[in-house]
């Protein structure tokens, strides 16, 4: 998978040796007090008092996200020497080094070859330079495949990716840091590319097709097509696509990392390719955003491979629902009823509540047959979650206080952070039918919670736990480490979540 920017080590004594191609570009670090490291203000020489010399004049105090730029500085090799602040935002903080590395891409400009002073007081260690490497390769990201003619303003001009070297005093270490930081970045940008795609492009044959491609990596892939799903009994997802000329799949994900016999961790993903909203049909204003309808199952299928890349040991199931959702002369209408694959029924109040019946299936069809230690679903489930917590947090949805607190955790760890929805008896009354065992939709109200109300039907005594990630995986506002419309939201959490807390 190519990127935009290529990070690599190198020792702090070629720092300024000449370099092979191109204008070099020298990145250095000032904190609170403006200090330069010791070994960056050695190698800048006379230059280093540019930097106190030219703070106060241009109102830079060494705050996160601000820099000091100098072109041709006097004495060094470099065409461009870029000061950034690394003074956290509140007093007693740590220094959030995966922003800084997102702060540290955007002020690159067209610039094709850069090195990184690594110096700090406190010599950073090999998970905060991992942190500054991974926030190098999120910013950078970009989706333009499809662009014939490319933006000149403040890139590169060719498509080589900028080469980008962190210098330290232990360049074997960093290197190791940086390998580690490209395998999850690459997994990231997976999600991002899928969510990224056009329908045209990504439906649920060709998504199952990406997902098969793990298999070089050793992940275990299982692809289920119609006949196989209708002997399941899978017949609420099957009706989710059944107005589509595109037919369903259900993919399996396995990585056996951890010791023969431990119960699996599930993750299952709602990838609904292209969501039209089916008979009750969306509005024409913004439908386009609904190939992004498949987040979750993006965010598992890169998961998978960064568990799969860093060998975790651990044995983690995933597992994506690929449906479309269109209004054709088969498609379901208000007022069926299905039976789920569960024996449930379900009464059909709207057809663009499809999402929930895509996991249904999926997740009754994971607990039993993995009896997985627990589930974990994400899916871009309610525009409700939107008008709950906006674009900063997820939903969290639980019936299990530990794994709710786990991915609270992680969530702090990365930035993908995780908010807590109530859950009640109160709740599970809006989604009762007079025709059927359950419907799909409680109304307007609450409907985010009676969303997860409705999946908690289908996951027996599992400890599980839905993420309502509408607001975070698509569209989300650019910020120092996503540029991109698709975020990728949910592969950093998870794996931090594995790695934390459920790794033997």
């Keep these: 998978m190519s990127a935009a920017l290529s990070v690599g080590a190198l020792p702090l004594s070629d720092v300024l040796a000449a370099p092979e191609k191109g204008a070099l570009t020298l990145i250095a670090f000032a904190g609170k007090d403006l200090a330069l490291g010791a070994e960056t203000a050695r190698l800048l020489g006379d230059a280093a008092g540019l930097v106190a010399g030219s703070a106060e004049f241009a109102g830079f105090k060494g705050k996160i996200g601000t820099a000091l730029e100098f072109l041709a500085p006097a004495g060094l090799a470099a065409q461009k020497l870029i000061v950034l602040g690394t003074a956290p935002d509140k007093d007693g903080e740590a220094v959030d080094y995966l922003r800084l590395g997102g702060v540290a891409a955007a002020k690159l400009g067209k610039a094709k070859l850069a090195r990184v002073i690594f110096d700090f007081a406190a010599q950073p260690d090999a998970a905060a330079v991992g942190d500054f490497a991974l926030g190098l390769r999120l910013r950078s990201y970009k989706f333009d495949q499809f662009k014939t003619k ?95 000329a595109r037919p369903s799949r259900v993919v399996i994900l396995r990585w056996n990392g951890g010791k023969p016999g431990d119960a699996p961790l599930a993750f299952v993903g709602k990838g609904v390719c292209f969501d039209s909203g089916g008979v009750s049909i969306k509005p024409g204003a913004g439908m386009e955003d609904m190939k992004g309808d498949m987040g979750g199952a993006a965010a598992v299928t890169g998961l998978l491979r960064a568990l799969a890349l860093r060998k975790a040991k651990a044995n983690v199931v995933g597992a994506l629902g690929l449906v479309e959702n269109m209004p054709d002369g088969a498609a379901q209408r208000p007022s069926d009823i299905v039976t789920a694959m569960s024996g449930a029924t379900i009464e059909i109040i709207n057809t663009d509540a499809e999402g929930r019946l895509v996991l249904a299936d999926v997740l009754w069809h994971v607990q039993s047959a993995y009896k997985p230690a627990f589930m974990i679903d994400l899916a871009t489930l309610t525009g409700a979650i939107l008008v709950s917590l906006g674009q900063d947090y997820a939903g969290l949805f639980s ?106």
Excluded: C
């Design 399 to 504: 019936n299990n206080d530990a794994l709710a607190e786990n991915l609270k955790k992680a969530g702090e760890a990365t930035g993908e952070k995780v908010w807590r929805m109530p859950m009640g008896a109160a709740y599970e009354k809006m989604i009762e039918s007079k025709f059927a065992d359950i419907k799909n939709t409680g109304g307007r109200y609450a409907g985010s919670i009676t969303a997860a109300h409705f999946l908690q039907h289908f996951v027996n005594d599992t400890p599980w736990a839905h993420l309502d990630i509408a607001g975070t995986a698509m569209g989300s506002p650019a910020g120092d480490l996503n540029q991109s419309w698709a975020s990728g939201w949910g592969v950093r959490l998870l794996d931090r979540l594995v790695r934390d807390f459920y790794e033997g």
């Design 150 to 244: 490319k933006a000149k303003k403040d890139e590169p001009e060719n498509d080589d990716p900028v080469e980008v070297a962190l210098a330290g005093p232990d360049a074997g270490a960093i290197g190791a840091a940086i390998g580690a930081a490209a395998d999850l970045a690459d997994s990231v940008d997976l999600a991002r590319r899928l969510v990224n795609l056009p329908p045209n492009l990504l439906y649920p044959e060709s998504f199952a097709e990406e997902a098969k491609a793990l298999e070089s990596l050793g992940v275990e892939v299982e692809i289920l097509d119609v006949p196989a799903m209708e002997k399941l009994g899978m017949r609420a997802l099957l009706g989710v696509g059944q107005g589509s």
